[in-house]
């Protein structure tokens, strides 16, 4: 039944989802964090260029 689910949304034409990791630096340590967010496609350069 999970298998009926899942090919039902997967459709021609639908959002592509891609997982981002981004390293920012920490202003009280200095060390660098890891930020993860999973987003479409679309939105990926926005996040990357944004401070």
């Not at 021609?12 to 390293?23: F, H, L, S």
């Not at 679309?42 to 996040?47: A, G, I, L, P, S």
């Amino acid at each position: 039944m999970a298998k009926k689910v899942v090919a039902t949304l997967k459709k021609e034409g639908g959002v592509k989802y891609t997982r981002v990791v981004k390293a920012v630096k920490s202003p009280k340590t200095g060390a660098y964090v890891f930020k993860e967010e999973i987003m479409p496609e679309d939105q990926v350069k926005d996040f990357l260029n944004a401070k």
